[in-house]
Structures are given as structure tokens and as C-alpha cells.
């Protein structure tokens, strides 16, 4: 902030005032004074109401709220001595002085050239609140020297961690996403901090540059200020002139916990896939069709057959001399709560003769579909004598 001698050291302007953050003027140039039909003297150390309109006042008292130190253009609203409303466009500064924190505001009657800038400035201010107070962690980056497009894409990636990226704008929301330590400015960091140049931050760019900087949901993996990586989601857009990349925009969101979900439930299928997978006993899944969906490790070795051939297959080719498919099936599913209510022999018809087959079947669904899950075990020739020796000739 600017620190003059005096505050009441004016710039040059149509009207001029200063004043204090506990809502005193404290200087008035002579042009605003008989404007308003004051006595500059007299209207030392009034109060800004006796100035300024209600809506005025709340936009002063933003502006010291703000602490910004850069200038502002506000539309402002005087109050004359005589009740009149005067619009005005004002370029707004603070500053310190011996009175602590003041605000300098230079201000011309309504339509000037000041009104567009003032009308953008508002509008700026609008959009800015809002990205500001949004839940959704937003940012832009920008590069000191712009990314050249036209470059080599491995030349591309280099320049976007290189020529100088900084952010230009990321809201509150970014700062507690990244957990920015206390008492620091998110937008004064590095890029490099929360985003360093890693493998899979250089795919994520490779993937920005094949879509042209416009993409959504795309993951990447970002560095928390707590040293912790998190895997992110990011929705892009670039500003690109002239095959140059002057910044980027986006929202960021933390899937940190559905990619440790995701990663768990991979890890539980692939266990349950592999303890099917070697079950020691044949295993064939079915659909009410009849298709092998699944065949393990022993139903390969059972019907001498790899997996993929099995479930192009259909039961009823596979097993022979057994109730048909579709009874076994409506049989099951009458029982859904324990196995069919009986086992079935039947026979498997190889190249080297049949073999005999007892087995068990049970229904089960998945997603609205059912399915029959047939665990199947191998006769050995010696029980099957046995059997045709008991009473009656017959299995029993």
C-alpha cells in the first residue's frame, strides 16, 4: 500500500475525499465540497453518512474489508446537503497513515469513461465472489513465458512444468483441498508444490494436449502441503491464441477414497477369482440359457478343455446322461436357499471314453440375473464297481 506523508495529499481528480476505516472523513478537496453544498472545514471529521449513500457506504466499507492494495473502480452514490442523489464513477486506493488505515477516492460524475471500466470492475467482483465462495476447489495457471503449441508434444510437456507457471486465481476451496499451511496465501506458492513433474503428471499434460487443453474428469495425482499424494479429478479448459497456451482453468476434486475403494474391491474380486479359480472340485457357472459363463482350473483339467473354449459352450454339450439343463435349472431354483435336492450322475464324453460324474447345483443372481453354479465331482471306476455291486446292481 502506498504510504504518503500526509493523507490529504490528493491525486488529481473532479472530487476528492480520504477516509478513516472507523468511518470519518478525514480530508475533502474543495470541488467535492461545494458539489455537495458542505464546507470542506466543517465536514472534517464527519460521518461518511453525511457523504454517501446507504448502498455507497457498504461498498466503502468493503473495499477496507477487502485490504486490497491495488485500485479500485466503484460506482459511488453522493449524498448533497439538500438531499440530492449524485452517481459517480470513483477510483478507490488504500493506504496507511498516521490515522492507520485510510482510503483515498477520486471520483467523476456518472458518465464518464470511468463507467465501463467500473461496470467491468463490478462484474469482475461478481464472478470473482462467486468462484470464491463456491465448495468446488477452482484454480488458473498461468505461465510466465506462454506454452508454444506448435512444439513436439515431449517439448509441450517440458515447457508446462518450465516456463514459469504460476497461479492466477485458485479460491478457498483449493486452499483447503491441498491443506495450505496456516497463515500462508494459496496463490503465492509455487505450482510446483501441489503439482510437481512426476510420470503421471506428464501423461495427465499429454492427455490435455491430445483433447486441446478441453477435458473433463480426467485424473491425475496431485502433492498435498501434508506431504501425502492424493489422486485428483480435473476438469480443464485452455486459453490458447495463436498456437500459444497463455493459461489454463479448471475445478479439481479429491477421489483419493473411491480410488481406495476401487483398489479394494479389485483386490477382493481377484482373491474370490483365484480361490474359485482353485477350488479342487470342477466348477461351472452357468446362465438359464444353459452358456458356461465361468469353468475353474479342475473343470479345464476335467473336460481337458482351456477356459475360453468351455464357455463358449453350452452345458447340455458338455455333461451327458444328466437331467436335462433346463430341469436342473427349474429344480434349483425351487431351492434357492440350499443345493438342488438331490445329486445327479451324469456322464462326460471325452476322446479317451467317458467318465462319470456326480454333481451338485446351486442358484444364485448377480445384478438382476440368475445363474447356475454346478460343482461337479469325478467318479473313480473302483467306486462306480463298488456301486453296480451293492444291492439291486445300481448306483446308489
Not at 467535492?32 to 453518512?49: M, V
Amino acid at each position: 500500500m502506498t504510504r504518503p506523508d500526509k493523507p490529504c495529499l490528493f491525486r488529481s481528480g473532479r472530487m476528492v475525499d480520504v477516509l478513516s476505516a472507523d468511518g470519518r472523513v478525514l480530508a475533502l478537496d474543495d470541488a467535492q465540497a461545494e458539489r455537495l453544498g458542505l464546507d470542506a472545514g466543517t465536514a472534517i471529521g464527519s460521518p461518511w453518512s453525511r457523504l454517501y449513500s446507504l448502498e455507497a457506504r457498504q461498498r466503502i466499507a468493503g473495499l477496507f474489508s477487502a485490504r486490497s492494495p491495488l485500485p479500485r473502480v466503484v460506482p459511488l452514490t453522493l449524498r448533497a446537503s439538500d438531499g440530492q442523489m449524485i452517481p459517480t464513477t470513483a477510483v478507490a486506493e488504500l493506504f496507511e497513515a498516521e490515522d492507520g488505515l485510510c482510503l483515498r477516492l477520486c471520483k467523476w460524475p456518472a458518465g464518464s469513461e470511468l463507467d465501463d471500466v467500473a461496470a467491468l470492475a463490478e462484474a469482475n467482483e461478481v464472478l470473482s465472489g462467486i468462484v470464491a465462495a463456491s465448495s468446488d476447489a477452482g484454480w488458473c495457471m498461468e505461465w510466465t513465458d506462454p506454452v508454444d503449441l506448435s512444439a513436439p508434444e515431449h517439448e509441450i510437456v517440458r515447457q508446462v512444468f518450465e516456463n514459469g507457471p504460476f497461479w492466477r486465481f485458485c479460491n478457498g476451496a483449493m486452499a483447503r483441498l491441498y491443506r495450505t499451511p496456516a497463515g500462508q496465501e494459496f496463490n503465492q506458492r509455487p505450482v510446483a508444490e501441489i503439482f510437481p513433474r512426476t510420470p503421471e503428471n506428464e501423461d495427465f499434460i499429454r492427455r490435455l494436449i491430445r483433447a486441446d487443453f478441453d477435458i473433463n474428469g480426467t485424473p491425475s495425482r496431485d502433492l498435498r502441503y501434508d506431504g501425502l499424494f492424493i489422486d485428483v479429478e480435473n476438469d480443464v479448459r485452455g486459453h490458447i491464441r495463436g498456437n500459444r497456451l497463455f493459461r489454463m482453468w479448471g475445478t479439481v476434486r479429491d477421489v483419493s477414497k473411491h480410488v481406495r475403494r476401487e483398489t479394494q474391491l479389485k483386490d477382493e474380486i481377484a482373491f474370490l477369482q483365484a480361490v474359485l479359480t482353485s477350488l479342487p472340485d470342477p466348477l461351472l457357472v452357468a446362465d438359464a440359457y444353459g452358456t458356461i459363463q465361468f469353468a475353474n482350473m479342475a473343470a479345464e483339467a476335467l473336460f481337458e478343455a482351456p477356459a475360453d473354449r468351455l464357455t463358449q459352450m453350452r452345458f447340455d454339450d458338455l455333461v451327458t446322461g444328466a437331467v436335462p439343463f433346463d430341469r436342473l435349472f427349474a429344480d434349483a431354483r425351487v431351492s434357492m436357499i440350499s443345493t438342488a435336492r438331490a445329486p445327479f450322475t451324469a456322464g462326460v464324453p471325452l476322446p479317451g471314453g467317458a467318465v462319470r460324474i456326480e454333481g451338485t447345483a446351486q442358484i444364485f443372481e448377480m445384478r438382476g440375473v440368475t445363474f447356475l453354479a454346478v460343482c461337479l465331482r469325478h467318479i473313480p471306476r473302483s467306486v462306480e464297481r463298488e456301486n453296480m455291486m451293492a444291492p439291486g446292481g445300481r448306483p446308489e
